[in-house]
């Protein structure tokens, strides 16, 4: 699919949606535009469509031969959760990327005219930085904690508010270890023993595989064990000067010692010896405890803007664990045994991004 765009700009742009053998020229744009994120990458595509079967248009803007931005987008199509265009799901940042406004013009353009074409209720772009659409319905539900990391270790002990570093502390004195797994199945059982006492449905084990296939070293399980038992696990993303721990949880076990606490400690630690310089602690819901455990750490909270342009629908959509609605359903999932909610989760998870 290829658009031409006449804009003000020196030559014209032109619109087109990314193919297999163009990925790595998406990636080379990804990695300099300071726009970008670890969640723009050409990869997604392969990720959204095996593991969930959802149709993705990652498109781009190009001019006199060179990518000048990039708009990965997917669309869920649920008769429970709606229908929807967004970029991107099951990301927490996305939207356009760009080197100009007169390439984000035309790819903004071009995901409108889609977003019509498809008659979905809406388009959604999950913005790092500011809204680009003060006329879009605006989402305050999330904020990202986001915080440089000084080149040594011991700074960044220093830097954690004496409460929270008393609890790293107390996993160190408990013999916790930490060391990188290169498989998924410890680190999916633990994650999914987590999410199902929060009473939330689980990824397929599948999903965290293709997530470490498609993304190589740039994807990494980092596990806490007490002696032999893996009581902690967090499957991690690195871009660029970015450490980025995305999917996390711990055990009974954990609780007792610390070991979420010493994880994240974890994560910093062997990020910083390795040269990397921006945490990104990921986004929470305000006013949850996960949004209070990042404050805890020092992180200041950080606005996301995510937007949505109407389409067919009437109303922002409330897809979330906070609606009223969903409380029966989180309070009835956290009675069902792990196996069968391992087995259910997947198929449900699948259309809320």
Same mark, same amino acid.
């Given at each position: 699919?290829?658009?031409e765009?006449?804009l003000?700009?020196p030559?014209?742009?032109?619109?087109?949606?990314?193919?297999?053998?163009?990925?790595?020229?998406?990636?080379a744009?990804?990695?300099?535009?300071?726009?970008?994120?670890?969640?723009?990458r050409?990869?997604w595509?392969?990720?959204i469509?095996?593991a969930f079967?959802?149709?993705?248009?990652?498109l781009y803007?190009?001019?006199?031969?060179?990518?000048?931005?990039?708009?990965? @987008?997917?669309?869920?199509?649920?008769?429970?959760f709606?229908?929807?265009?967004?970029?991107?799901?099951f990301?927490?940042?996305?939207?356009?990327a760009?080197?100009?406004?007169a390439?984000?013009?035309a790819?903004?353009?071009?995901?409108r005219?889609?977003?019509?074409?498809?008659?979905?209720?809406?388009?959604?772009?999950?913005?790092?930085?500011p809204?680009?659409?003060?006329?879009?319905?605006?989402?305050?539900?999330?904020?990202?904690?986001?915080?440089?990391?000084?080149?040594?270790?011991?700074?960044?002990?220093?830097?954690?508010?004496?409460?929270q570093?008393a609890?790293?502390? &107390?996993?160190?004195?408990?013999?916790?270890?930490?060391?990188?797994?290169?498989?998924?199945?410890?680190?999916?059982?633990?994650y999914a023993?987590?999410v199902?006492?929060?009473?939330?449905?689980v990824?397929a &084990?599948?999903?965290?595989?293709?997530?470490?296939?498609?993304?190589?070293?740039?994807c990494?399980?980092?596990s806490?064990?007490?002696?032999?038992?893996?009581?902690?696990?967090?499957l991690?993303?690195y871009?660029?000067d970015?450490? @980025?721990?995305?999917?996390?949880g711990?055990?009974?076990?954990?609780?007792?010692?610390?070991?979420?606490?010493?994880?994240?400690w974890?994560?910093m630690?062997?990020?910083?010896?390795?040269g990397?310089?921006?945490?990104d602690?990921?986004?929470s819901?305000?006013?949850?405890?996960?949004?209070?455990?990042?404050r805890?750490?020092?992180?200041?909270?950080q606005?996301?803007?995510?937007?949505?342009?109407?389409?067919?629908?009437?109303?922002?959509?409330?897809?979330?664990?906070?609606?009223?609605?969903?409380?029966?359903?989180?309070?009835?999932?956290?009675?069902?045994?792990?196996?069968l909610?391992?087995?259910?989760?997947?198929?449900?998870?699948?259309y809320?991004?």
């Amino acid at each position: 699919m290829i658009f031409e765009c006449h804009l003000a700009a020196p030559s014209a742009i032109t619109v087109a949606t990314l193919e297999p053998a163009g990925a790595a020229r998406w990636d080379a744009f990804v990695q300099r535009c300071p726009d970008a994120t670890f969640f723009h990458r050409a990869g997604w595509q392969t990720v959204i469509e095996r593991a969930f079967g959802h149709r993705t248009w990652f498109l781009y803007a190009e001019a006199d031969g060179e990518i000048r931005a990039v708009l990965p @987008l997917a669309q869920i199509n649920s008769m429970l959760f709606g229908n929807s265009l967004c970029a991107l799901p099951f990301c927490v940042y996305g939207g356009v990327a760009a080197q100009d406004e007169a390439a984000a013009a035309a790819l903004d353009q071009a995901a409108r005219a889609l977003a019509a074409s498809l008659r979905v209720d809406y388009l959604e772009y999950r913005h790092l930085g500011p809204a680009r659409h003060p006329d879009w319905l605006q989402s305050d539900l999330y904020v990202t904690f986001r915080k440089r990391l000084h080149a040594q270790p011991e700074h960044n002990m220093l830097d954690i508010p004496r409460k929270q570093r008393a609890m790293v502390r &107390k996993g160190i004195a408990a013999g916790l270890h930490s060391a990188v797994d290169y498989d998924v199945h410890h680190f999916f059982d633990v994650y999914a023993g987590s999410v199902h006492r929060l009473g939330t449905p689980v990824f397929a &084990k599948r999903y965290f595989a293709l997530l470490r296939q498609v993304f190589g070293r740039d994807c990494e399980i980092i596990s806490v064990y007490r002696r032999a038992e893996t009581i902690s696990s967090v499957l991690v993303f690195y871009f660029r000067d970015e450490v @980025l721990p995305y999917y996390g949880g711990g055990t009974a076990t954990a609780r007792s010692v610390a070991g979420n606490d010493f994880m994240y400690w974890e994560v910093m630690r062997r990020a910083c010896l390795r040269g990397y310089t921006l945490f990104d602690f990921g986004r929470s819901k305000v006013g949850t405890g996960a949004y209070d455990f990042k404050r805890n750490w020092g992180f200041a909270a950080q606005p996301l803007h995510y937007e949505y342009q109407l389409v067919r629908a009437s109303a922002l959509p409330q897809n979330n664990p906070l609606n009223p609605k969903y409380q029966r359903f989180i309070r009835a999932w956290r009675r069902l045994p792990l196996a069968l909610a391992n087995g259910i989760g997947p198929h449900i998870v699948r259309y809320l991004g």
